[in-house]
């Protein structure tokens, strides 16, 4: 590496710091006055006290933040130490000397390769670890307060997941109402009611499930014998199963708590392997933008680097370029890439206008040949 490398990498390092640290320490200032009074009132409730809170909620704020903001970060960093090289004169001398403009830019856009490699692990990596405190919001971060449940069937055994309301810390559903498939309520009636449903995760010799307490429909089910289909039973009661309590039962489900209760959030806060287990859950059936976001996660560091693409160019160009000028058209560049992504994801979710792959791929189809044509003065 030489001199003129390190010396651009620490350029770009400092205005990625800076840039990233101003912009989530904005985010953070603003949001913390607003929702003040909330965190003041955790504050008094939990042992370490205010600092405490702050630092728990914010936290996986920093990763969620990067993933939004990590690729216009690098291409601001790699913009800002070109046009300083130009400033000082120090782009003149260095293609003066006969080094090629692409040498030059080389650990840039090796640096901004980096960013998105790193974007990658902490969306795939970083978010889903905290999956649970970015589902939660200021007015609920402690979980406690009733969320809607989103209602959900469970495929693989018919049953319709529902009920008044869901508390996030105690993965329990409020008042729960799942309604029985025909061949379950000859036996069993036609809805299975009960005070509080708590989502309970594998354990040996038992399956994922719900564990139903204080059951009030049907009145007898605890003299009732448990349901089975396909010699696999779906609904335990006292009657069979001695580890439940008398207003106990207990309903088997591969259906999460996190997808009846976290609704879109679960989506976006889980890892590609996750998303592509779940489309293959027998018990869910996700719609066409669980698809989208799956193909868009493999596209997202194609995309990264062709907005790099897009505008070294504007300030690399052998011309002076006005400042202010390079940012307008950058700031074109950046917002039509997001607008035409958000609206073919929009229109791939709906799984009708075009298919979740096209969707995902349509803006690296519509932008990379832009961008190849636009930097072919940089491959000089």
């Known amino acids: 590496?030489?001199?003129?490398?390190?010396?651009?990498?620490?350029?770009?390092?400092?205005?990625?710091?800076?840039?990233?640290?101003?912009?989530?320490?904005?985010?953070?200032?603003?949001?913390?006055?607003?929702?003040?009074?909330?965190?003041?009132?955790?504050?008094?409730?939990?042992?370490?006290?205010?600092?405490?809170?702050?630092?728990?909620?914010?936290?996986?704020?920093?990763?969620?933040?990067?993933?939004?903001?990590?690729?216009?970060?690098?291409?601001?960093?790699?913009?800002?130490?070109?046009?300083?090289?130009?400033?000082?004169?120090?782009?003149?001398?260095?293609?003066?000397?006969?080094?090629?403009?692409?040498?030059?830019?080389?650990?840039?856009?090796?640096?901004?390769?980096?960013?998105?490699?790193?974007?990658?692990?902490?969306?795939?990596?970083?978010?889903?670890?905290?999956?649970?405190?970015?589902?939660?919001?200021?007015?609920?971060?402690?979980?406690?307060?009733?969320?809607?449940?989103?209602?959900?069937?469970?495929?693989?055994?018919?049953?319709?997941i529902n009920g008044r309301s869901a508390l996030m810390a105690k993965k329990e559903i409020v008042k729960p109402k799942f309604r029985l498939p025909g061949h379950l309520a000859e036996s069993f009636g036609r809805y299975l009611q009960a005070e509080t449903a708590h989502f309970q995760a594998p354990t040996e010799g038992r399956r994922t499930g719900y564990l139903l307490t204080d059951v009030s429909k049907p009145e007898n089910f605890s003299e009732m014998p448990s349901i089975q289909i396909d010699n696999q039973t779906v609904i335990f009661t006292p009657t069979d199963a001695t580890w439940l309590k008398k207003n106990q039962c207990f309903v088997v489900s591969n259906v999460n708590f996190e997808q009846i209760a976290s609704g879109a959030k679960w989506r976006d806060c889980s890892s590609t392997t996750e998303l592509i287990q779940a489309i293959h859950n027998p018990s869910l059936e996700f719609g066409a933008d669980v698809r989208v976001t799956i193909h868009s996660r493999f596209i997202r560091p194609f995309l990264d680097m062709t907005l790099i693409f897009l505008g070294l160019p504007l300030v690399a160009s052998r011309q002076p370029p006005n400042v202010f000028f390079a940012a307008g058209k950058c700031l074109c560049l950046v917002s039509a890439l997001m607008l035409i992504t958000l609206v073919c994801h929009s229109m791939g979710n709906n799984g009708y206008l075009i298919t979740p792959a096209m969707a995902a791929w349509l803006p690296l189809m519509v932008f990379a040949p832009i961008a190849y044509a636009t930097s072919a003065n940089l491959r000089e």
């Open 1 to 160: 590496m030489s001199i003129i490398d390190r010396y651009l990498l620490r350029l770009f390092a400092k205005v990625l710091l800076v840039s990233f640290s101003s912009l989530t320490g904005i985010y953070f200032v603003v949001d913390t006055f607003t929702n003040l009074d909330e965190f003041v009132r955790y504050g008094n409730e939990t042992q370490g006290g205010l600092l405490a809170v702050l630092r728990d909620y914010y936290s996986p704020r920093i990763l969620e933040t990067f993933n939004y903001i990590g690729a216009l970060l690098a291409l601001i960093a790699a913009m800002f130490a070109i046009a300083w090289l130009r400033r000082s004169n120090e782009l003149t001398a260095l293609l003066a000397a006969g080094i090629p403009q692409s040498r030059i830019l080389r650990p840039l856009i090796l640096a901004a390769l980096v960013v998105s490699a790193i974007g990658v692990a902490v969306r795939e990596f970083g978010i889903p670890q905290v999956r649970a405190e970015l589902s939660r919001n200021a007015q609920n971060w402690q979980g406690t307060v009733a969320k809607p449940v989103r209602p959900r069937y469970d495929n693989e055994t018919g049953i319709q």
